[in-house]
Nanobody, 120 residues
Framework: EVQLVESGGGLVQPGGSLTLSCVASGFTFSVNEMSWVRQAPGKDIEWVSI????????DYADSVKGRFTISRDNAKRTLYLQMNTLKTEDTAVYFC?????????????RGQGTQVTVSS
């Protein structure tokens, strides 16, 4: 059974930083591309970032490019999202998902999510 467990969310002031983690189990993590997506209140799921199996290829939504960094540690079966210079519009529940996910319809497996709230 695929399990994805996100953590690291919280309340942060604008301009602050957070690092999210996603621990994977139940599948071969190292051979799967991985993604982060988010869902703000009342809005559709939005793609945030993807990473290749080895981490040598990454891609970001324009809204987070230059501020967020995705990475992975295959030995620890863990996916990360370093978020810097956070903005109020980054407030959302963040999910990790298996595969290359650019839209909600592409999500096959995701975790329960971790809440990120950016507010002064």
């Amino acid at each position: 059974e695929v399990q994805l467990v996100e953590s690291g969310g919280g309340l942060v002031q604008p301009g602050g930083s957070l690092t999210l983690s996603c621990v994977a189990s139940g599948f071969t993590f190292s051979v799967n591309e991985m993604s982060w997506v988010r869902q703000a209140p009342g809005k559709d799921i939005e793609w945030v970032s993807i990473i290749s199996t080895t981490g040598d290829y990454t891609d970001y939504a324009d809204s987070v490019k230059g501020r967020f960094t995705i990475s992975r540690d295959n030995a620890k079966r863990t996916l990360y999202l370093q978020m810097n210079t956070l903005k109020t519009e980054d407030t959302a529940v963040y999910f990790c998902a298996t595969g290359r996910v650019y839209s909600a319809s592409q999500i096959r497996n995701r975790g329960q999510g971790t809440q990120v709230t950016v507010s002064s």
